[in-house]
Each structure stands twice: as structure tokens, then as C-alpha cells.
């Protein structure tokens, strides 16, 4: 069984058109024209367990909405999809605490605090064993190379660093499938080879 399946995964937006001028509103209030946007027409593919792919394709092509299609933040409009056996958009919490999702415009860290501490709050929001945690952030920083900002501001990281704790806080609940999007080149190579 694939761990993620796509099957004519389409999401379709529609969005009011509104004339210009006062007379554009009040026409509006009688009857309204909609303007459909296809954020993803048909997209279908399969990912086998510990496959690692790229998804790749140009801005607006759709990449991000399948991906909130698959962590089940969008429903789609139509087509189906498995995670891991799930039905995302379901957001059933045994998905949930397997899955993980990185996205850049997306903060799982507290921009007010140190990373480690910000780390340790979702250690505890979560539920999460300290023995455990401590172990896989120990290891997750000294992979990605981070152990020397784990005192510092999240707001005051580059944007790289930033990234890296964010992918550090996405795995402390170590999901079953992992992957992730716009690492240095050494730092793929030490993900690929790593444990965690």
C-alpha cells in the first residue's frame, strides 16, 4: 500500500467578480458572478513508505493546495486521497500524530522566544516524553547543524536556521513520514542518512 496516494485531486475556488462603482455593488446584492479558479486539476501520483520525491512546478500550479489537500487543511473539491491509510480531510488524530507538514509561510515556533524554549512549549502542548524529546531534538540540531542557535530568537534566526527548527518541531512527535523542501545541499546528504 502506498503511504500517499492522489487520485484526481482537484480544488476548485470560485471568487465574487465585483463591478466597479456603486452601481457594481448594488447589481451584486441582486446577482452575483462567481469566477472559478483551479488551484489543482487532476492530480494524481503514489508515494511508496521512505520514497523521497520533489514536487516541483511553477507558482500558482497548485503545489501548495495538494499539499493542504493531503495534511487535510483544504477539502478537495474533488477526487480522493490516502495518507498513510487516512482520509486527510477526515483529520482523524491517528493521521494526525503520524503526519507532519513544514511549510515556509507557516510558523510552529513562538517568534517571541529562544527556539529551544519555543520547542519545549510544543513539547508540552503536545504531550510529548522529555526523555524522548530531549533525544530527538539533540539529534535533529546536531544533523541540521543548529545546536549553536538553539538559544537565540526565532525571530533573530536567518531564514535557513528558521527553517531548520521548524523542521525540528515538526518531527519531536515523530511522525511516520517525514520529508522536507529547501535544504542546503550537506544537509539533505546528513537527512538522508540520518535515524530520525
Given at each position: 500500500m502506498p503511504a500517499i496516494e492522489a487520485s484526481g485531486l482537484t480544488k476548485i475556488y470560485r471568487t465574487y467578480r465585483k463591478e466597479r462603482g456603486l452601481w457594481g455593488s448594488i447589481k451584486g446584492l441582486i446577482k452575483r458572478r462567481y469566477q472559478e479558479t483551479r488551484a489543482a486539476d487532476e492530480v494524481s501520483f503514489q508515494i511508496e513508505q521512505g520514497e523521497f520525491v520533489g514536487f516541483l512546478g511553477p507558482n500558482g500550479a497548485g503545489k501548495t493546495t495538494v499539499l493542504k489537500m493531503l495534511s487535510g487543511l483544504l477539502n478537495p473539491t474533488s477526487g480522493d486521497a490516502r495518507v498513510l491509510g487516512f482520509i486527510p480531510w477526515e483529520r482523524r488524530n491517528e493521521m494526525k500524530r503520524q503526519?507532519?507538514?513544514?511549510?515556509?509561510?507557516?510558523?510552529?515556533?513562538?517568534?517571541?522566544?529562544?527556539?529551544?524554549?519555543?520547542?519545549?512549549?510544543?513539547?508540552?502542548?503536545?504531550?510529548?516524553?522529555?526523555?524522548?524529546?530531549?533525544?530527538v531534538v539533540d539529534g535533529l540540531s546536531e544533523l541540521l547543524e543548529v545546536q549553536d542557535k538553539m538559544n537565540v530568537m526565532v525571530r533573530e534566526l536567518s531564514l535557513g536556521e528558521r527553517m531548520k527548527m521548524e523542521l525540528i518541531s515538526a518531527l519531536i512527535h515523530e511522525p511516520r513520514e517525514n520529508g522536507s523542501a529547501s535544504f542546503y545541499v550537506f544537509t539533505t546528504r546528513n537527512i538522508a542518512s540520518s535515524p530520525y
Open positions: 503526519f507532519s507538514l513544514v511549510m515556509g509561510q507557516k510558523n510552529a515556533l513562538w517568534w517571541d522566544l529562544p527556539a529551544q524554549e519555543s520547542l519545549e512549549l510544543n513539547r508540552a502542548i503536545y504531550g510529548i516524553d522529555r526523555t524522548r524529546f530531549e533525544k
